[in-house]
Every structure is written in C-alpha cells, then in structure tokens.
C-alpha cells in the first residue's frame, strides 16, 4: 500500500492550496481515509476525515468552513481543499487511510493503519 501526498507549498495568508493524495494498493473508496497535520514542536492532529460507504465527513473546528475534503473513486485519490489560510495551518499535511471517522469525533493518528509521506504547506507573507 502506497499514499503519494503532493500538492504543498508556499501561500500567502488568505489563499489557498489544494493537496492530493494518490493510493495505490488500496481502494480509497473502500477505507475511511484522513488528512492529519503536524507543525514544529507540536504533535500531529486530525484535520478531517471521510468515512467509507457513505462518505460521512468530520473537520477539526479550527479548519470547519475552509477546508472541504473530496474523494475521486475513479482517480482513486483524496483531496483537500483549503481556502482562506492562515499562518496557523502552516504544517506538514499527512494523508492517512484505514482508519476510524465519524460526523462527531475527533480524529487521532492511532486510529489509522497506513500513511502517506507528508507534504509540507507554509503560510506566510
């Protein structure tokens, strides 16, 4: 099983990115899947999730309304979009599969069984 995670950079405050995720190996459809952050000197966090089946999502209240998460089956890639960002989202963006996602729980990297690389976004002027 891989995850390619691409699609980081460097943005100024108030744009926006969207990041990738590419599995091979596995089908993404298949498996709740996430996006998990980790900035300096800080441990990784949930960002959101996409729940299997019926693609339930769950977003961390700091990115809620900003950031959406999307699945393309047929590319069998995830998604996340991130619009309007700040400083404070600078971070390596991990994506991860296998894992737990509900509409109401936070999620935490225990919970996931596979990881992609990481893709780093810096948010600055």
């Known amino acids: 099983v891989q995850l390619q995670a691409s699609g980081g950079g460097l943005v100024q405050p108030g744009g926006s990115l969207r990041l990738s995720c590419a599995a091979s190996g ?19 966090e949930g960002v959101s999730c996409i729940r299997r089946g019926d693609s339930v999502t769950w977003y961390a209240d700091s990115v809620k309304g900003r950031f959406t ?50 893709t780093l976004v810096t948010v600055s002027s």
Do not use: H
Not at 26 to 41: V, Y
Not at 85 to 113: H, M, Q, R
């Open 26 to 44: 596995l089908t993404l459809d298949a498996s709740s899947i996430a996006w998990f952050r980790q900035a300096p000197g800080r441990e990784r």
């Open 69 to 118: 998460i999307s699945r393309d089956n047929a590319k069998n890639t995830l998604y996340l979009q991130m619009n309007s960002l700040k400083p404070d989202d600078t971070a390596v963006y991990f994506c991860a599969a296998e894992g737990i996602c509900s509409k109401n729980w936070a999620i935490y990297p225990e919970e996931y069984d596979k990881w992609g690389q990481g």
